[in-house]
């Protein structure tokens, strides 16, 4: 008879014929860092995530290294918003000096920059607004802008996440010209109109004042066309490609990780973290194994690198 439990039988059978394991290198911790002192704010949607003012972060970065977590990624959540979030380009920018301060201090993390608008603009959107709408041409020349601020900060990594047309071409060509011509693009190739978000949202403090996001971001109803845009930020030069959120797109990650062979990226969002903490706080749950499980599940559908807020849980549950 055929009898697939044969190998199911003992723990140490199981582990032989296991076909994915997690380990700590495949995360990627998000880092909110709002500008100003003495901050240490709790997200109340985000139970274990918090706000850090530059002044206060080093116990945190301590502990991510401490984990043998290798990369971050930060958010930075200025004082000043205006209608075109000039302010992401500030060379003395609260991203600006969170990337000097993070690489002088922790030389072995990579420094992965979120590159976008909406939390520096005072509408909340991802780029400048014309016609009541996000125009996607001249948000690219202030994401070039924004770019070449992050990287002359020392960021090992940019990762647009506006969804604007032609963003990885426009990056990929001012890196180049200005010599950094070794600096990844790890694209939000894949970035649905997600309610999932939402937690974020509060999070960063950047909600969209008006409308929706979804003239830029993809309808959530929609296969084929994650195809496509991954095609283009593929053939712009993108290094790694990312699917968000990560657990209802399980099927995406997939079909991304058989037609491509770039690193895959999946964004486990806040939304997802949120449902998790909070059932598990009810005791409905098993928090634990219910992350564990969500993140394999990631590894398994086609993801290389998975940016999580339960790094630092996951690494804790790795090192047992
Ligand atoms: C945009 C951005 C968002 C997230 C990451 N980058 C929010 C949005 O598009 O509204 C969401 C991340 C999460 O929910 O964890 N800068």
């Not at 901050?39 to 274990?48: A, L």
């Not at 401490?66 to 500030?90: M, R, S």
């Not at 509060?202 to 929609?222: E, H, I, K, L, V």
Request: net charge negative; proline share 3%.
């Amino acid at each position: 008879m055929n009898r697939t439990r044969r190998l199911r039988k003992t723990h140490s059978l199981r582990n032989l014929v296991r076909e994915t394991k997690l380990q700590v290198e495949d995360f990627i911790y998000p880092l909110f860092i709002e500008e100003g002192k003495n901050i240490e704010t709790e997200i109340v949607s985000m139970p274990g995530i918090k706000r850090f003012s530059l002044d206060r972060i080093s116990k945190e970065l301590d502990e991510v290294v401490a984990l043998d977590i290798q990369a971050v990624l930060l958010f930075g959540i200025p004082t000043h918003k205006d209608a075109e979030g000039t302010e992401t380009w500030n060379e003395k920018g609260i991203m600006q000096e969170a990337i000097r301060f993070i690489k002088k201090n922790y030389p072995s993390l990579t420094v992965i920059t979120d590159v976008c608008f909406c939390e520096y603009t005072n509408h909340g959107h991802c780029g400048i607004i014309f016609d009541n709408d996000v125009d996607n041409d001249s948000t690219l020349t202030n994401i070039q802008k924004q770019v070449l601020s992050h990287v002359k900060a020392g960021a090992d990594m940019v990762a647009p996440s506006g969804m604007m047309d032609g963003t990885i071409e426009a990056i990929r060509s001012v890196l180049d010209e200005n010599n950094f011509v070794n600096t990844p693009i790890m694209a939000y190739s894949v970035k649905y109109a997600s309610a999932f978000y939402g937690p974020f949202r509060d999070a960063a403090d950047s909600a969209p004042a008006f409308g929706d996001r979804r003239t830029y971001q993809m309808d959530p109803a929609n296969r084929n066309e994650a195809l496509v845009e991954a095609t283009y930020d593929d053939m712009e030069g993108a290094d790694i490609l990312m699917v968000k959120p990560a657990l209802s797109y399980l099927d995406i990650i997939r079909d991304l990780k058989n037609s491509f062979d770039k690193p895959i990226a999946a964004y486990n969002v806040s939304g997802e973290y949120a449902m998790v903490k909070a059932a598990a706080a009810k005791g409905w749950i098993d928090g634990e194994r219910i992350m564990m499980e969500s993140l394999l599940s990631m590894k398994r559908a086609g993801a290389s690198l998975i940016i999580t807020y339960w790094a630092k849980d996951a690494a804790r549950v790795l090192k047992k």
